[in-house]
């Protein structure tokens, strides 16, 4: 069945023109609407548009103008049934051979900060997903386009086949648009059900990103689904690990607590230390200093571009991972000279107003919660002990409350106000993590003297508290909230330790 007519409807307009007029010298006739009619005219490409071939104008300001029998039918149309072709000729339908068509950019509107609901709805494609599926139904007879990057293969397949697609491919690209589809309308739904009003069932639908070699361990299989790569590209080395990637991600979210030029060092998902200074590469030296064995074949990242000091620092260990905004010529250079290290440019810091979901499956089904962007800034109002914190004391408490944060609980960590001093993870008993905590500081020879101790939930006793206060430090940070608050609290007043409730917990499973 050779391609007489396509009907062309594109949001994004990416090589549309040189497409359309390609299909055009090969004989295509050319049906299309709006903006997508109005620009393949301004190319002087032929084109009818869509009101003259349905016979009824485009209303409700664009809302209604491929809803039409003559449009579906044209689609639907089973070119090897009679009745269909009866029918199709008492009703002076003409068929559509090729349907080109990609969608409102919803799922790019929601994600923009101040989008209202209004406009997010008027972004909900209604015409171009049914054409697309009384296309893809049809796909035996029918091409769907709804992929710019599929342009090339179809025009090859069209000149190789005298205007003809193979079967074949007609059938995957009806896949493709099957998986667009409900895709898409996932986003909707998930999107329209976070309006107090609404409730319903949860799904997810992401396009495959890359198949991995293995999972977590070797005999796993894995892959990565949805956008990962708007984040964060690889400018060097192997491909990225199932836990290359949730490295990463751990590591950005770290980071992204820090205004100030920050380098940290992560190792399973969990710091093992933390600087900030001007100087990245004393930065590098802080976090360092904090833990100099746990670093061995982690993750690296910094909120600055790398420098040539900061390179030739961290490249004396072995590394998996290196994160930056940006590589200067010469750092990426030294680099480079590993072939086996992953540089990752972040091409995005993400924040609060990236609004997907934190899913874990379960047994069963899969739990759906909102990002942990909880935090605080008024410490001094949070303040439950008589003595109020110095300056100094209350900088190294926040600057260890934002690393406690990203610390598998029960999560203890020791700081000064620019940087780690020991950190304690994944204990059963808090008290536990803390002793790490205090041990760690003991073998990287770091004094406690004077430091900030947090706390990712409360002290359930005081003895967590003691033992901080005889490791040396003289200020605490916590939720709060534990029935034996008062004897915590005591137990810091009697030591002239200072102590604030935050309110809010980071517990990280």
Request: proline share 5%; hydrophobic share 40%.
């Amino acid at each position: 069945m050779k391609i007489k007519r396509a009907l062309i409807s594109v949001s994004d307009k990416t090589g549309i023109a040189s497409f359309a007029r390609s299909l055009s010298e090969m004989g295509v006739m050319i049906v299309s609407t709006g903006g997508t009619a109005a620009l393949l005219k301004t190319e002087s490409i032929p084109v009818q548009e869509i009101e003259e071939f349905t016979g009824f104008p485009e209303i409700l300001g664009g809302r209604v103008k491929t809803l039409h029998p003559r449009v579906h039918g044209g689609l639907l149309y089973v070119r090897t049934d009679p009745s269909h072709q009866q029918q199709m000729e008492k009703n002076a339908i003409e068929p559509i051979d090729m349907v080109v068509v990609n969608l409102y950019p919803f799922e790019q509107t929601i994600r923009k900060p101040d989008v209202k609901l209004e406009e997010a709805i008027e972004q909900i494609d209604i015409g171009g997903p049914s054409m697309l599926r009384s296309a893809a139904k049809n796909y035996r007879f029918v091409t769907t386009v709804s992929d710019p990057q599929d342009y090339e293969t179809v025009l090859e397949e069209l000149r190789e086949h005298d205007r003809e697609t193979t079967l074949s491919l007609r059938e995957q690209l009806a896949i493709k648009v099957f998986l667009l589809t409900s895709r898409y309308d996932v986003a909707i739904a998930t999107y329209l059900n976070r309006e107090p009003a609404a409730s319903g069932s949860y799904a997810v639908s992401l396009p495959l990103e890359m198949r991995l070699r293995y999972g977590e361990n070797p005999h796993q299989n894995a892959s990565l689904y949805g956008r990962f790569g708007d984040f964060f590209q690889k400018l060097h080395g192997k491909e990225l690990s199932f836990n290359n990637i949730l490295d990463i991600n751990a590591a950005a979210s770290l980071i992204r607590e820090f205004a100030e030029s920050t380098v940290a060092i992560m190792k399973h998902t969990n710091p093992c230390g933390v600087g900030s200074d001007p100087d990245l590469r004393e930065a590098w030296l802080k976090a360092f200093a904090t833990d100099k064995q746990a670093p061995f074949g982690g993750i690296i990242i910094c909120n600055r571009p790398m420098t040539e000091p900061l390179a030739r620092a961290i490249s004396e260990i072995f590394s998996e991972v290196i994160i930056a905004p940006e590589f200067e010529a010469e750092a990426r250079g030294i680099l480079q000279k590993k072939k086996n290290l992953r540089l990752i440019k972040v091409l995005e810091w993400f924040n609060s107003t990236h609004q997907e979901p934190d899913v874990r499956s379960v047994i069963g089904g899969m739990l759906v919660q909102q990002q942990d962007f909880g935090d605080i800034t008024d410490l001094e109002n949070h303040v439950v002990t008589k003595r109020p914190p110095t300056a100094e004391e209350m900088k190294a408490m926040l600057f260890g409350w934002k690393v406690v944060k990203h610390v598998k609980s029960n999560a203890i960590v020791y700081a000064r106000k620019d940087r780690t001093l020991g950190i304690g993870a994944g204990q059963m008993s808090r008290v536990d993590s803390s002793r790490i905590a205090i041990w760690k500081a003991s073998e990287a020879g770091l004094s406690l003297k004077g430091s900030a101790v947090a706390s990712d939930a409360f002290f359930p006793f005081p003895d967590g508290l003691i033992a901080a206060t005889e490791a040396g430090a003289t200020a605490a940070i916590q939720p709060g909230g534990s029935v034996r608050d008062e004897e915590v609290v005591k137990a810091a007043d009697e030591r002239n330790m200072t102590m604030v409730f935050t309110g809010i917990r980071h517990f990280r499973h």
